[in-house]
C-alpha cells in the first residue's frame, strides 16, 4: 500500500504556518518537500526525521524567541 503524502495544508496546520509561508520555504529549500507537477508533497516520516534532527522552518519574527 501506498504511503499517504501531506499537502501544504496539512504541513501547515502542523507547525501553525498560513499554506503560503509553507510553498515559500519550500521553494527557498528549507522544509524537505518534493514538487510533482504543480503540487507540493511531504513524507511525513522524513519531515519527522527533519523535525528530530533540529530542522525547523524560520519562525515569522514574533515568534523567534
Known sequence: MAKRLLTPEEVADMFGFHEESVRRLCRQGKLPA?????????????LERWIEAGGTPDLPPMLRP
Open 34 to 46: 518534493a514538487k510533482v507537477g504543480r503540487k507540493w508533497l511531504f513524507d511525513p516520516d522524513i
